[in-house]
């Protein structure tokens, strides 16, 4: 009886590990994945993106109707928020599919936003299993996960859009009663796009008049630009750099002054 009881508990905790997902109001799960057009050592994470609303589509790259309604969700969704400095798009392909597979996906549904590859561990996270593919999520600029479809994306693009619309509000709100105090401390902020191409902007915040230089610098530690090298005033301050000319790769961004080094990473992608 004993046996039968233990092997019943071990049976349990096996379809229950299998079945595991992430429901809505739960924190997002993490990842990291190469996307197309970089190497395989280069990724993009979601913690990279901390602090924005972040919209993911699950996709198969040779899935027949992932290509069909993979459109809206350019056309509909991305370009609906593309100029908002606090979202940011991905596609993720969960078929695990090459290269190739992607680039033609990516041709075929005129998806202009990132595709990462080798990303079905990620949709096993937040559903449960791998046949859940051709569907939505968002996660909130709180990192909590505020809308999961449950059918495929050209069915409730309406309800995506409307959730993003809820979730950036809720930063203009924050940002707007922040906005009314004194700046209080020495910030760098993510830059926005991220990925970019070619321009990106980069914010950040002095807690006093300072001499400030902010530069760029390659995965060599090769210094690429100066942005910003001069006294400036307390507060927000913000500074927009064209990488025109400058190859596709990961880029270090550098905020100084007198006493004080913030860094962030930023990504290139042509």
Request: hydrophobic share 35%; glycine share 8%; aromatic share 10%.
């Amino acid at each position: 009886m004993k046996k039968l009881t233990l092997s019943l508990l071990l049976l349990f905790l096996l379809v229950s590990s299998a079945v595991a997902q992430v429901s809505v109001g739960e924190a997002a799960p993490g990842f990291s994945l190469p996307y197309l057009g970089g190497s395989m050592d280069d990724q993009i994470s979601l913690e990279s993106q901390e602090g924005k609303v972040v919209y993911i589509f699950f996709y198969g790259a040779g899935c027949p109707h992932c290509r069909s309604n993979g459109p809206v969700t350019e056309t509909e969704i991305y370009q609906t928020f593309k100029d908002d400095t606090n979202f940011v798009a991905l596609g993720i392909d969960t078929w695990n599919q090459n290269a190739s597979s992607n680039n033609s996906f990516k041709n075929v549904t005129g998806i202009t936003y990132p595709l990462l590859l080798n990303g079905q561990s990620v949709l096993v996270d937040y559903y449960g299993g791998s046949g859940f593919y051709d569907r939505s999520l968002v996660i909130g600029a709180d990192g909590l996960v505020s809308y999961k479809g449950s059918g495929w994306v050209n069915s409730d693009y309406q309800d995506v859009v409307a959730n993003i619309s809820t979730e950036l509000e809720k930063i203009s709100t924050s940002s707007e009663s922040i906005g009314s105090e004194e700046p209080t401390e020495f910030r760098l902020n993510q830059n926005y796009p991220n990925p970019f191409n070619p321009t990106t902007t980069i914010s950040y915040q002095l807690e006093s008049i300072s001499q400030v230089k902010l530069e760029i610098f390659n995965s060599l530690g090769q210094q690429v630009a100066t942005l910003v090298d001069g006294v400036q005033s307390p507060g927000n301050q913000s500074v927009t750099w064209n990488a025109i000319g400058v190859p596709s790769g990961i880029y270090i961004y550098r905020l100084s002054t007198d006493n004080q080094v913030l860094t962030k990473s930023m990504l290139l992608l042509k």
